[in-house]
């Protein structure tokens, strides 16, 4: 994590105290997750307490406080990818990253998590990754779509 | 300031206009119960169990007297059947949480609560927030706030924080209605300064 970055982000609301969760924001959406000295550095420079901050960061699911990968799986384990197999996607899943639903890879490339609809039932069974929806997933099919991220 | 009148168990009330019925009410002389409110510190609403049934244009409804302001005309009951139904479900619901607080265990009486009802789950901390509002609004240390949401929300040390500050001032300790409180901030200290720091060295 370099200061430099963190300051910028801060910079750019004209450390303004109201702007903590766009602050906040932008830096999860550089590091995927909110270091601990990065939350320092904003609550010196916009002068908002520590305990503040610490609720904020934690109370919003956009939020994490621990680190993340650079590519967020959500396998989609809804009723209608469940009956198309949902499981059996999953499983596979966490055979090839080795990691577990809510877990993050030791190389930070992967985290995984489940969710519970995707709102593209015609699809399922459905991966999500970084937002972009892979459909009609197979098992088999799985590794090649993993292989495309780095 | 401008007064407004109304209404408190059939007595006559005059408030200032913007006080909170709890306060209107608690100056009157008429008790209403309450574990997170604190007449230093903004009301949070935390504990529900200041509710009280208010009449406002013929319809009666439920609110939290610590901050529903009060208004011309309003009709309030601090005591009825369903708000004494009511607290008693609440106090049943904090007793799961904090079986052992002295101040639940009073109100437990008052309303015949059972301390049975619900399955224990045992987190001893009620979420009434009065250290996390009075370090902040008081003593303006910030040294303990909320972290997490919902059922996973509970009350946290900022151990930079506490570590320099809580020693010489432990002003919110008398104040938690648990005692939990306490507990937490020895945790905190032994996870910090694991085999007993400057910090919890006296305890």
Not at chain 1, 35 to 61: C, D, N, S, W
Not at chain 1, 89 to 113: M, R
């Amino acid at each position: 994590m370099d200061t430099a970055s963190i300051d910028q982000i801060i910079d750019r609301h004209q450390g303004e105290a109201s702007s903590l969760i766009q602050v906040l924001l932008e830096i999860q959406r550089e590091y995927h997750w909110l270091p601990q000295a990065a939350l320092r550095e904003v609550g010196r420079k916009l002068k908002v307490p520590m305990a503040r901050i610490q609720h904020v960061a934690t109370f919003y699911k956009a939020f994490s406080v621990v680190p993340k990968g650079r590519h967020r799986v959500h396998v989609c384990v809804g009723t209608a990818c469940h009956v198309r197999g949902a499981m059996r996607v999953l499983e596979s899943v966490q055979d090839l990253s080795g990691i577990a639903p809510g877990e993050t890879d030791l190389e930070h490339k992967f985290s995984l998590e489940t969710v519970n609809c995707l709102g593209c039932c015609a699809l399922g069974p459905v991966i999500e990754i970084d937002g972009k929806v892979h459909g009609n997933v197979t098992k088999a099919g799985i590794a090649g779509i993993l292989g495309r991220y780095e | 300031m401008s007064k407004v009148r109304l209404k408190i168990d059939g007595r006559d009330v005059e408030a200032e206009k913007g006080m909170t019925v709890l306060d209107a009410a608690r100056r009157a002389g008429i008790s209403i119960p309450a574990l997170c409110h604190h007449e230093k510190l903004e009301p949070l609403g935390g504990c529900r169990l200041c509710m009280v049934e208010v009449e406002v244009r013929g319809s009666a409804r439920l609110v939290v007297s610590c901050v529903y302001t009060v208004a011309e005309g309003l009709t309030v009951r601090t005591r009825s059947e369903k708000v004494d139904r009511i607290r008693k479900g609440i106090v049943e619901l904090l007793l799961a949480h904090a079986p052992d607080s002295p101040q639940l265990a009073g109100f437990a009486r008052e309303y015949g609560a059972d301390r049975n009802r619900f399955e224990p789950e045992p987190s001893f901390c009620i979420l009434c927030g009065l250290c996390v509002r009075y370090c902040a609004e008081v003593v303006g240390k910030h040294a303990v706030g909320f972290i997490d949401r919902g059922i996973r929300k509970e009350i946290s040390f900022v151990p930079e924080i506490a570590a320099k500050e809580c020693d010489a001032c432990k002003a919110c300790f008398p104040l938690c209605p648990t005692s939990y409180l306490q507990a937490a901030f020895v945790l905190t200290g032994s996870l910090v300064f694991p085999g007993g720091g400057e910090s919890v060295r006296d305890r």
